[in-house]
């Protein structure tokens, strides 16, 4: 597997240029002789298209929800960065880079990361002349707030909604296509394969969720924008439909993965309270501007908070973290939690949780003052909870809300497969082994509106591709593996359940074998054992579960049964990723790399690459390869917070 | 969590095949609910059931499950998304409900909104609605300083409000007539309030207006069961937004 990043010459701040300019293009007449599959709707997806099609170019977009609208960035609150500086506040493109590739611990691409920060500006001058209602000053400038540690504010939001709004944005964009004619959209289809004819990715083989049907959609270049894989975990602040199936599928077709063990946990989630539970929700990370969490100091202590007297609470992280305190970042919050429920000290029915405790702030600053910053917050825990916040502290634990590993891709968003590119969450490229906040979205919609057409150009202007068309060969080829895998799937079922196990039953294992071994601290170990036990999970599927319904019509067991079964082959390679790392980075606490002081350490000397992992066939163990990172612009440090 | 008990139920949901199909209410006893659950939780708990006995479990569209994304929602004893207020059918909590009580759950319905299957519906006119002009016509790139244009606070927040619309349909759903007004005014309200949107404002409300109707939507004839149900709190003042300007776009363009 060859892994050319194919990073400009140059000084860091003129390689987009640069790029951009030594590009090949593809000159207007020619456009519409070429055509684009765009898999995924999401802020990545949808802007791709949008503007893709702008350009010309013949588009075809999939997604697997009813309407475009309705993909995961939907659910974003927080906001998104950019480094325009509109407070005076002393940011710069310079200091979003830094922050990102120090957030990410040293664990990103500088070049990636640099144009990140370059074309963050272009998206919001984009989203606010496309009508995204953007929080606004008295004077009518655009309103920023701070987010994740961060010294500067540099967050755009609309209200608690940023994700709807930027994903509303572009979904319009890509409505003016289609109304146009020049996208097709696709949507409640789900990509089940992709089409590699010589060595290009050339098209894909969806399942159409209505009919059953298995349709062949060929195409010159192939865009996966299809999120990340969080749910391998069965729990997650991710929607359901969240999967790497399509990510999986094209990684099996020799598209390298990139640092799958890298996932993010985020510190405050609304604990798991049920073995009912179907998702996690997320409670922003700006609750920590004024809530004070602890723990009880006695061990196995079930009093209610308010009998617990404050000589008898452990304020932990302002404790260990007298600078930061309560607002050290996601992973040294994630982590500590963990550390305090494993040492049997943490909180409410399950001891999964900590508190999170208002009662000082409110006493300071007034309920009223409290409300009116977290008004809507609280009001989510209390439909949710049935407990309000105002009496009693809230309960938080870390719950897995992001991956930061997808497909390895080079400079121009393309796979180790010529003309298949992955943007947004389904790459690898820009976070490192922890995302700051805000930083998701901006990448999604960089990627998608400015990263991505130069790209699809230069391949265009670049290669020669020959007419396929999707009655080839390969097509029907992939078209015989997407049945046989589906009637493999359905295999006992018009004999009534024969066994006893449903698809869910066998995901609650996996994710809790993931969570328990390969979350947010690891060893090797455990890693170890949970590679041994992964077989029988995989066994137990496809010997036991029951799959009800027929492929012919609309059967959402058999959908879920499909992202399961990938998930199980990809738990695989995870495991081995994080076995290979034997350093602690980012959100990944590796247990036998720490400090003295029991802090992540960070291993330069023998970690600085990205894993890349190269499918080798059905029973065979993947095969590693590395990308070395070269830092000349910065220079790691180790992160400290005391 | 805080008070936690668990209920027994009576569920009489509507069963469908497809479009084609005729469909029929089946009932389903559901013992030792928690009252903690989230109402699509509860029919998780139900199709597992279903799939253990050998039964087809209940097919119902769904993705966040953090009322935001628009895809859930179904009648539940007559009520689009419930007996809550200003909530998503994943946001309904089994609270809301007694122990013995028999729960009637439907699709939503509407004539726009052909039944797929069980509870699932096709809302794509919605989508038709908004291609027909619910954008500001801008393509990437070239676009100027997003301080260029200021816009007072206020007229964002009151863009903010009507942009909060998530497309689930149980405006649709709710209306005597199908009407699908509440939406379509939304995001035509969005737009006309912003300076970005001025352009294009006429033809924007003409076009919507003419698809809105084409698509087999009802008119509003002020029942505001709109509002009612609608999970975000969307104002039916968008409605007389829309309707001012549809008639200043008919007048001034002929
Ligand atoms: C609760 C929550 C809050 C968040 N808050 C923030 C925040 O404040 N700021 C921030 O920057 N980030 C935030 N994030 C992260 C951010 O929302 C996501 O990382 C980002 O939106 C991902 O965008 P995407 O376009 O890559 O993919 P997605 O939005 O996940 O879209 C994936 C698309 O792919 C499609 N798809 C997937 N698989 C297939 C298949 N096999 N076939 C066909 N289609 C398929 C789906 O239908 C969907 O359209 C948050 C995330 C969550 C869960
Ligand atoms: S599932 Fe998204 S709004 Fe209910």
């Known amino acids: ?642 | 969590m805080a008070n936690m008990s668990s209920i027994d139920l009576t569920l009489q949901i509507w069963r469908q095949r497809n479009n084609d199909a005729l469909g029929n209410f089946e009932f389903y006893n559901l013992d030792d609910i928690s009252t903690d659950m989230s109402f699509l939780e509860m029919l998780d708990v139900l199709n597992e059931k279903l799939t253990k006995e050998g039964k087809d479990p209940v097919a119902f569209d769904h993705d966040c499950r953090e009322g935001i994304c628009g895809q859930c929602g179904s009648v539940v004893n007559g009520i689009a998304h419930g007996p809550e207020k200003e909530v998503t059918l994943c946001q309904l909590h089994m609270r809301n409900f007694k122990s013995g009580d028999t729960i009637v759950i439907e699709p939503f319905r509407s004539r726009a909104f052909p039944v797929r299957k069980d509870l699932v519906v096709d809302r794509s006119a919605l989508d038709r609605i908004v291609q027909s002009g619910g954008y500001v016509s801008v393509n990437t790139g070239g676009v100027p300083d997003g301080n260029a244009t200021p816009i007072p606070s206020e007229t964002a927040e009151l863009a903010m409000d009507a942009a909060a619309c998530i497309g689930c349909g149980a405006c649709v759903a709710s209306c005597p007539n199908g009407a699908a007004m509440l939406f379509t005014s939304a995001k035509i309200s969005q737009l006309c309030l912003l300076p970005q949107g001025q352009a294009e404002r006429k033809q924007r409300a003409l076009s919507m207006v003419e698809t809105m109707d084409k698509e087999g939507f009802g008119n509003c004839s002020n029942y505001k069961a709109c509002e009612i149900v609608c999970p975000k709190s969307i104002s039916i003042r968008n409605i007389a937004r829309m309707n001012r300007e549809f008639v200043t776009a008919t007048l001034t363009e002929g």
């Open chain 1, 1 to 642: 597997m060859e892994l050319n990043s194919h990073i400009p010459s140059g000084p860091l701040s003129e390689k987009w240029d640069n790029h951009k300019f030594a590009n090949k293009l593809v000159n207007p007449a020619n456009r519409r002789k070429f055509s684009v599959i765009v898999v995924g709707t999401g802020l990545a997806g949808a802007a791709a298209s949008a503007t893709l099609a702008e350009q010309g170019y013949k588009v075809k977009t999939f997604c697997i929800q009813d309407s475009p609208r309705r993909a995961h960035s939907i659910a974003a609150q927080g906001g998104i960065n950019a480094a325009k500086n509109y407070q005076n506040d002393g940011d710069s493109v310079y200091r979003l880079f830094y922050d990102t590739i120090k957030g990410g611990d040293f664990r990103a691409r500088e070049a990636n990361v640099y144009r990140l920060a370059q074309v963050s500006n272009n998206i919001i001058d984009q989203c606010v002349a496309q009508g995204v209602p953007f929080a606004r000053e008295y004077g009518g400038t655009l309103a920023n707030r701070s987010f994740g540690g961060a010294q500067v504010s540099r967050t755009f939001y609309a209200r608690g909604q940023t994700g709807q709004q930027l994903l509303l944005g572009a979904y319009s964009a890509l409505s003016r296509q289609i109304h146009a004619g020049k996208v097709e959209m696709y949507p409640r289809r789900e990509m089940m394969d992709l089409v590699v004819v010589d060595g290009k990715a050339r098209g894909i083989t969806v399942r159409n969720h209505i009919t059953g049907e298995i349709e062949s959609h060929s195409a010159d270049a192939v865009l996966l924008c299809t999120g990340g894989y969080g749910n391998v975990y069965f729990l997650s602040t991710n929607a359901m439909s969240c999967n790497v199936t399509a990510a999986w599928r094209a990684h099996k077709h020799g598209a390298g993965f990139a640092n799958p063990c890298f996932v993010q946990i985020h510190p405050t989630c609304i604990p798991v309270h049920g073995d009912y539970q179907s998702k996690l929700t997320l409670m922003s990370e700006s609750l920590r501007n004024d809530g004070r969490v602890w723990v009880p100091k006695k061990q196995g202590d079930t009093r209610p908070p308010a009998q617990i007297p404050e000589s008898e609470r452990d304020y932990y992280l302002e404790g260990k973290y007298p600078s930061f305190g309560n607002l050290v970042p996601r992973d040294v919050a994630s982590r500590n939690a963990k550390e305090q429920c494993d040492l049997n000290k943490g909180v409410g029915s399950t001891g999964l949780a900590v508190y999170l405790d208002f009662a000082d702030a409110i006493k300071r600053d007034g309920e009223q003052t409290i409300l009116k910053k977290y008004g809507n917050l609280f009001q989510m825990y209390e439909k949710i909870v049935d407990t309000n916040p105002v009496n009693e502290p809230m309960m938080i634990y870390p719950a897995v809300h992001y991956t930061m590993g997808g497909l390895w891709v080079d400079y121009n968003l393309m796979t180790t497969i010529p003309g298949l590119f992955a943007l947004g969450e389904c790459n690898f490229s820009d976070h490192g082994a922890n995302r700051l906040g805000a930083s998701a979205l901006m990448q999604g919609l960089a990627d998608g509106y400015f990263v991505v057409s130069p790209a699809v150009a230069n391949y265009f202007g670049s290669t020669p591709i020959d007419k396929v068309t999707a009655d080839n060969s390969e097509f029907l080829a992939s078209r015989e593996r997407v049945n046989n895998r589906i009637s493999k799937i359905l295999k006992n079922s018009d004999k009534g359940p024969k066994g006893t196990v449903t698809v869910d039953e066998v995901h609650k294992e996996l994710g809790k074998l993931m969570w328990d071994n390969c979350g947010m601290a690891r060893n090797k170990e455990g890693l170890k054992n949970a590679l041994e036990a992964l077989p029988a999970i995989k066994d137990k599927f496809w010997d036991k579960v029951y799959v009800p319904g027929s492929g012919k019509d609309l059967n959402q067991s058999l959908e879920r049964a499909g992202r399961v079964a990938d998930f199980l082959e990809f738990a695989d390679v995870m495991i081995h990723d994080a076995l290979e790392r034997e350093e602690s980075c980012g959100c990944h606490l590796r247990e036998e790399s720490q400090t003295e002081e029991n802090e992540a350490k960070r291993d330069d000397n023998n970690y600085s690459h990205v894993s890349v992992w190269e499918h080798k066939g059905e029973d065979e163990a993947p095969v590693m390869h590395k990308e070395q990172l070269a830092f000349e612009n910065v220079t790691p440090s180790q992160r400290s917070y005391k």
